[in-house]
């Protein structure tokens, strides 16, 4: 009796995901926000850029062309935030990247997406 259950935990812990590994079936993802809130100037500014496959944990966010209002910045985890300073329109593009890790540890690529932004401090 004790071997058997010594023998389905061992085989339980073999079977089990190790806890640094993660994936995702997801291979057409897609940025999501349609459009960004106005900000007001020196008004802090927080807000949430969204894509389809859900999660943060395999998604990477990053400004690929233009350029946000001074004082605001773009997080990897795709949050905009920060206290802008000036007022105007501020055109920019963001990029997605969306990766998989297999059983082996080996991270590839699943996707990727950008999309053009118009963010407007108002005085």
């Given amino acids: 009796m004790v071997f058997a259950v010594s023998v389905a935990i061992g085989l339980a812990m073999a079977l089990a995901h190790p806890g640094c590994t993660w994936s995702t079936n ?3 993802g ?3 926000t349609e459009s960004l809130p106005d900000a007001t100037v020196r008004h802090a500014y927080s807000f949430q850029l969204t894509q389809s ?3 943060r944990d395999a998604a990477s966010w990053g400004l690929a062309d233009g350029a946000l209002p001074p ?4 997080s990897w985890d795709g949050y905009l935030s920060g206290t802008p300073t000036a007022t105007g329109s501020f055109f920019f593009i963001v990029s997605l990247s969306l990766s ?5 540890a080996t991270t590839y690529s699943v996707g990727s997406d950008g999309r053009a932004y118009t963010l407007t401090v108002r005085p």
């Fill in 26 to 28: 997801c291979t057409n």
């Fill in 30 to 32: 897609r940025i999501t």
């Fill in 53 to 55: 496959c859900g999660g």
């Fill in 71 to 74: 004082g605001v910045t773009l």
């Fill in 100 to 104: 998989s890790r297999d059983w082996g």
